[in-house]
């Protein structure tokens, strides 16, 4: 199958091709440098800039306390959590579907990660317990979908559910254990490499990796046909259920990784505060960055940028003293008013329900 | 009967999709308490006139009229406002409800709604029109056959009164004993007056039922016959009668070994498949719709798989379960539905070509960007992909270069055989020869080529054999000097001497 070494094969030689020249105007279209960097940034990429670029302002010019380095990195920690959530959640809805359970993956991480850590005395067992538990949550959801074909939304409302019966169960409702005189969730929380905090750096590991994924790899580009046109690709070999459960199960690792990051953060396995809602947040971010929720389309790039205009917005409010009520109207109006202009720049029709 | 009045008229209709005229100056006279067949090959605008008629349409130019008087439709509640039912080839049924609400949806808001009321004049109609013994009133939309599932669609329509009804190939889905019921359905309503319009494709049918017949070819109008004074042969000849002169014929590629064989394929599409091709073979498949040549296309592709027989490529006998499969076995599939089946159309030129070799542009899984670009540059080139750039989207060209993609796609697989499922629909004049230029190449390179193509022109002029397939079956292979449309339509229609 490989088309090096069958070049001589049947494709079309140039020999016998007697057609005339295709018409001449279509072979050369002339952009100016200008446009060409804009569209490899990106509209989306560069209106989100600019909206952070706006709210940087606003807010730097009323207090300027917002560009100190130690604000930034209170920004930089309270987007770490669900910028990894945002980030797996990307590739679900590249891929065509939705995962909402990742809250309650990540919650469950955290109380197995601190249980195990309090009973071993080992950090590696806490966090490799707690991605396995998470991979394992990933796989169910996989399965789930693939092989009761359930829909994604409704697979994984169930599993939001469940896991987060689970995370209760064994921790019958409370904190549990604790991290915080251990050295390495001490690091994760509070530790910083170069001056970056821990916890910035396991947000820029995980991006990287997962934008190189789907940008560079056979992996990512078959997500994107899966989720752009699932019979295509299953026409065209593409084994789609294993792309499925794949991606079920690395987000449900990552969602674990998460979740270690809370309990390093707050010294305790916690079932639930620190990681309900983040799954809602990180759909937020997911489709503000320009993920399309039908699939086949989006990018870490402007997923991150999206979560870092979430978080510079929630911290300035809290700066300027804005009740966190307003900030709450904040996020939801900024997410209608950029999906209605990505909607209405795509020029679909009104009719019926959007796809 | 000739002196029946006019129900019906419709007069000089025009109608076109873009560039392409579905109708042209088309007649239709219905007449009350009789039966006109409406008759045509593939293509011949049956469809389009039918749509018009239940409003779904509005004519380009043509006058419509009922009872003499000219009627604009705005939509189907205004053809049905005007006594006229149109009945869907594949009705849409309510899942959920009774038999007897989804006869009488759209009409269950006038009244108050009792359910018991209801079901008794359901079962009154069903019986009145003898289809009691068919199907229950309480049964659920969901328990239906496709057969009982046509029968709720007819009941709509009688239950409304109409003067005027159309039946869309409606014994497509019905067995022999319902045929029966639904002809002296038919009868009723003729000696009732009302006007009765029936498309179908079955011969027998026709002259079982009808009274005249009206036959249209190439969104035209050829002419209405009497029943009494016509044949088979004449209405084969009126429906076929074309110019063969002005279509594309090709110069047959020296044949090499069998490279393809099906051995008595079957599964839930199609069944009994004897099938050889050869290298450097264009092997043509005609039929009508509904007559499987999709169907077998997917099941070689690997997208149904076979539940008895064997596929044998290059004398390996292959277990294909699934399109990886095909694909392993050197198999090459365009699919009838370009965009929804086969093209990533936010995706780039470049992306849609390299998707099923994507493996052997990489090392490890990274794609080497250089050699799909390679890849993307060299297609474009020889197959003439009119495209400002390798990254372009697909959903940004014209329906010939996206076609073009998707060979691009199969041919970088170097495959031993390809399978082109109606692979000049919906494209242009010169596009289409392209596409033919390519086929007659990729054959003397030695490549076994399936076509299946609705249009019988293009069969005949591309294909080295032809197999016709009818009802899921092969009803015949013709060779290319003995291949003619009148034999390979009679072929194609073969089910309704039996029916």
Redesign the interface.
């Known amino acids: 199958m490989n088309i090096v070494t069958r070049k001589d094969t049947p494709v079309l030689s140039a020999q016998t091709d007697t057609r005339p020249p295709a018409p001449k105007e279509m072979e050369v279209e002339r952009v100016s440098t200008f446009r060409r960097v804009i569209t490899a940034i990106g509209v989306q990429n560069i209106s989100l800039i600019f909206a952070i670029v706006l709210v940087v302002a606003i807010i730097g010019i009323q207090n300027p306390l917002f560009f100190t380095v130690p604000n930034l990195k209170v920004i930089g920690t309270a987007i770490a959590i669900v910028g990894l959530l945002a980030v797996v959640q990307t590739i679900v809805i590249i891929l065509g579907a939705l995962d909402i359970s990742v809250g309650s993956i990540a919650g469950l991480a955290s109380v197995t990660s601190a249980m195990i850590f309090t009973s071993t005395s080992s950090a590696a067992m806490g966090v490799l317990g707690a991605v396995a538990i998470g991979v394992v949550c990933g796989l169910v959801n996989g399965c789930i979908i693939v092989f009761g074909r359930v829909n994604p939304v409704i697979a994984t409302l169930a599993t939001l559910a469940a896991f987060k019966g689970i995370a209760q169960l064994i921790s019958d409702g409370r904190a549990q254990g604790y991290t915080g005189a251990d050295p390495f969730f001490v690091f994760l929380a509070r530790g910083t490499l170069l001056g970056v905090p821990t916890l910035i750096l396991v947000l820029v590991l995980v991006a990287v990796l997962a934008h190189v994924v789907l940008r560079y790899t056979t992996i990512g580009r078959n997500i994107y046909a899966v989720g752009g046109n699932n019979i295509a690709s299953r026409l065209g070999g593409i084994n789609i259920n294993r792309y499925i459960i794949g991606v079920y199960m690395v987000t449900g690792a990552v969602a674990a990784i998460a979740g270690i990051l809370i309990t390093a953060r707050t010294g305790s396995g916690q079932p639930i505060s620190g990681s309900e809602g983040l799954e809602l947040q990180a759909i937020t971010a997911a489709a503000l960055g320009g993920a399309a929720l039908k699939g086949g389309k989006g990018a870490i790039a402007g997923t991150i940028l999206a979560v870092i205009l979430l978080g510079v917005l929630t911290n300035g409010m809290t700066l300027l003293g804005v009740n966190t009520f307003w900030q709450n109207v904040a996020q939801g109006t900024l997410l209608v008013v950029a999906v209605v202009i990505q909607q209405l720049r795509s020029g679909e029709r009104r009719i019926g329900i959007p796809g | 009967m000739t002196h029946e009045p006019i129900a019906l008229r419709a007069t000089g209709i025009t109608k076109s999709f873009g560039p392409v005229r579905a109708l042209r100056g088309v007649e239709l006279e219905l007449r009350s308490g009789e039966v006109t067949a409406l008759m045509g090959e593939n293509g011949a605008g049956k469809s389009t006139l039918l749509k018009i008629l239940n409003g779904d349409f509005r004519p380009d130019d043509g006058v419509l009229s009922i009872d003499g008087v000219p009627t604009v439709f705005g939509d189907p509640a205004d053809s049905r406002a005007a006594g006229l039912r149109v009945i869907a080839q594949e009705p849409e049924i309510i899942a959920a409800v009774s038999v007897a609400e989804n006869i009488f949806v759209g009409s269950l808001g006038s009244v108050a709604y009792n359910r018991k009321a209801l079901l008794r004049r359901t079962r009154d109609e069903l019986k009145r029109w003898g289809f009691d013994r068919t199907i229950r009133a309480e049964s659920l939309g969901s328990e239906l056959s496709p057969a009982q599932r046509q029968i709720v669609e007819i009941m709509r329509a009688v239950v409304s009164k109409p003067r005027i009804i159309c039946f869309d190939e409606p014994t497509s889905s019905l067995g022999d004993d319902e045929v029966t019921l639904l002809f002296a359905l038919i009868r009723q309503l003729q000696a009732e007056g009302i006007a009765v319009a029936y498309v179908s494709h079955r011969m027998g049918e026709i002259f079982k039922l009808a009274d005249r017949i009206t036959v249209l070819r190439d969104g035209s109008f050829v002419g209405t016959q009497l029943v009494a004074e016509t044949n088979h042969d004449e209405l084969v000849r009126m429906m076929v009668g074309r110019d063969l002169s002005q279509f594309f014929h090709r110069e047959p590629a020296p044949l090499g070994k069998t490279v393809l064989e099906l051995r008595n394929v079957g599964n839930d599409y199609v069944d009994g498949i004897d099938l050889t091709v050869r290298a450097g073979e264009v092997v043509g498949i005609a039929g009508l719709v509904g007559a499987g040549r999709s169907e077998l296309m997917k099941t070689i ?1 690997g ?1 149904y798989p076979i539940a008895s027989g064997e596929i044998v490529v290059d004398d390996h006998v292959w277990r294909i379960r ?3 499969d095909s ?2 076995a050197g198999i090459g ?1 365009a ?1 009838e539905e370009r965009k ?8 780039s030129v470049r ?1 849609n070509a ?9 090392r490890w ?3 080497s ?1 250089r ?1 799909e670009r390679a ?1 993307a540059k ?1 297609y474009i ?4 992909i ?4 390798a990254e372009q989207l697909v959903g940004n060209l014209s329906g010939g270069n996206q076609q073009k993609v998707v060979l691009a ?1 199969w ?5 031993k055989v390809l399978l082109l499922d109606e692979p000049t629909r919906g494209i242009d004049v010169g596009a289409k020869s ?1 596409i033919y ?2 086929i007659d ?2 054959a ?4 076994a080529v399936i076509v299946v193509s609705s249009e019988l022109p293009e069969v005949l002029g591309v294909s080295d054999r032809i197999y016709v397939m009818a009802a899921g079956r092969i009803s015949g292979e013709l060779t290319r000097s003995e291949a003619s449309e009148e034999r390979i339509l009679a072929l194609a229609m073969d089910e309704d001497v039996a029916a």
């Not at chain 2, 003397?444 to 490549?447: C, E, T, W």
């Open positions: 592709a997208d699934q399109p990886a694909i392993r599939f699919p929804a089946e086969a093209l990533l159309l936010q995706r992306d390299a998707l099923v070799v994507l493996r052997s542009l990489s899984i990274f794609v960007s050699a890849l060299t080139d020889r197959l003439r009119r495209t400002p750039s796609r041919l970088a697989t170097a495959p392209e230029a390519i190449e990729l003397h390179q030695g490549v």
